[in-house]
């Protein structure tokens, strides 16, 4: 059987041809002679308008009171111009079949749900407008990744989920492990004996495929990967999951100068080809979500990126005319509230700082010769602040090393990392870009947990 999605029927003729369409119905109305059933099969916002003359034998009469909203069904018939004004063709049924009833606890209805009941449903957010423009912009935008990196030959690396190490320094990671927790084995001092357990040793999920990377760009050149990624940071905030999707591109033989570049360069490029693929979703961001979104992203693709030091950016911080809650001062992290100044209305609009101080970044950034900076490169956007963390890569062995000391890392971890700098050493670079805050920036979503198919997060791991 030869079936028609409704985003190929629509783009078509109205020919009278003949289509076979399989749905979920959204809503139904009726006239004396006729019924109306809006039907979404997923390939498009839009929804298909099936026409049922009701005199004839369209549907089955045992079926008829079961054809209701989120049934599914199957219909054929001819596609003609609609008589309507809402749709530019329809579907004027010749057989309509039910195939799955709907009980008459479903929970969606008609009107507009909020976010955060849609979240409590997560498995029938798909069902929405908003969520199923959500999974076809995360969609397009994934393979305008791989296009764009393609495109410039660079390899895509499947870096491993389960690791050995803490590629951040940060600590922030969720352990994996198959001891029994209730009495876990143990060595002679009383403490937990990792030796026994799967890997024998301590292993985690992965924060970052970066230190993998850099293994294969040392030999590979221009690498990336784009995968999940895990942070078990107890941020309960609008822009951080336990799980998410990074984008990491990592190259040999280059300076944080083009690492910038490329970085300018990527986040235009999936702008433009989230417009050009998907109008009519970015279109609903643009009335429901966050108006006025279209346009700024066509202004990003526009206009260079402003570039800022950090020690710039602090300046710009100390001098405007603002009553901070943490008042900013060199060496100092930055908080939401100067990111959002500098972005909204400083620069107004993306801003990428570099040259941090190197007691606020982790252990692999390169040290500048100042000896209190490193070559980190951020890049911030309005509301959302930090979407790309990146930099230009230690590859001096003794500085590497003695950083890593410095810092009580366990050594005997990184010895294979440490001889990327003893064999053939190259400047390298890097950023992750995370998916998740992509998707939001572009789309206008307040949360991140209605970006992503599922959400994890502190204490919620539903579905
Ligand atoms: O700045 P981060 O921690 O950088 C790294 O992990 C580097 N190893 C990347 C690299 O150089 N290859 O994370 C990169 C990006 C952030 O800028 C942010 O967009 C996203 O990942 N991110 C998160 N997104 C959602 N939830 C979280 N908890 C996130 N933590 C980071
Ligand atoms: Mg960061």
Request: proline letters at 5%.
């Amino acid at each position: 059987m030869v079936r028609n999605s409704v985003s190929s029927l629509l783009a078509g003729p109205d020919d009278g041809r003949y289509a076979i369409v399989v749905g979920w119905i959204r809503t139904k109305r009726q006239s004396k002679n006729t019924i109306f059933f809006e039907v979404n099969d997923g390939s498009c916002l839009a929804n298909l308008q099936i026409v049922v003359d009701k005199s004839g034998d369209v549907i089955d009469g045992k079926q008829s009171q079961h054809l209701l909203n989120g049934a599914s069904i199957i219909a054929e018939g001819q596609i003609l111009p609609s008589e309507g004004k809402e749709q530019e063709i329809e579907l004027i049924a010749r057989k309509m079949r039910l195939i799955g009833e709907v009980s008459p606890s479903y929970p969606l209805q008609k009107k507009r749900h909020s976010f955060e009941f849609l979240r409590d449903n997560a498995h029938l957010r798909p069902r929405t407008n908003t969520f199923g423009a959500i999974t076809r912009v995360r969609n397009a935008l994934s393979v305008a990744i791989h296009g764009f990196f393609q495109k410039r030959e660079f390899l895509w690396i499947q870096t491993p989920i389960i690791t050995g190490n803490d590629a951040e320094g940060a600590g922030n990671l969720f352990q994996v492990s198959t001891l029994d927790y209730s009495s876990p084995p143990r060595n002679d001092s009383g403490s937990v004996d990792y030796q026994k357990d799967f890997f024998g040793k301590k292993t985690y999920l992965t924060v970052s495929g970066q230190l993998q990377l850099e293994n294969f760009a040392c030999s590979m050149g221009k690498v990336y990967t784009f995968g999940p990624t895990f942070r078990a940071e107890n941020s309960n905030t609008s822009r951080h999951l336990s799980e998410f999707w990074m984008i990491e591109p990592e190259m040999a033989f280059c300076e944080l100068e083009e690492n910038r570049e490329l970085a300018e360069s990527l986040i235009k490029e999936l702008l433009s080809q989230v417009l050009e693929r998907c109008p009519d979703e970015m279109e609903l961001f643009d009335r429901w979500v966050s108006k006025g979104t279209i346009d700024n992203l066509k202004q990003v693709i526009d206009k260079p990126f402003i570039h800022l030091t950090y020690s710039e950016a602090i300046r710009e911080l100390k001098k405007a005319p603002i009553d901070w809650e943490y008042p900013p001062a060199w060496g100092l992290d930055l908080q939401a509230e100067h990111e959002r100044y500098l972005c909204e209305e400083l620069i107004k609009g993306p801003l990428t700082l570099t040259d941090y101080p190197k007691e606020i970044k982790a252990f692999y950034m390169k040290q500048n010769d100042d000896g209190d900076t490193v070559r980190a490169m951020d890049i911030l956007v309005p509301r959302l602040g930090e979407i790309i963390g990146g930099s230009q890569r230690e590859d001096d062995f003794v500085k590497l090393r003695d950083r890593m000391k410095q810092m009580g890392m366990d050594m005997s971890e990184y010895s294979w990392y440490l001889d990327l700098r003893r064999y053939g050493s190259v400047p390298h670079s890097g950023f992750g870009l995370g998916f998740e805050r992509l998707v939001q920036y572009i789309t206008g979503m307040q949360n991140i947990r209605d970006v992503v198919p599922f959400p994890r997060s502190p204490k919620a791991i539903a579905f």
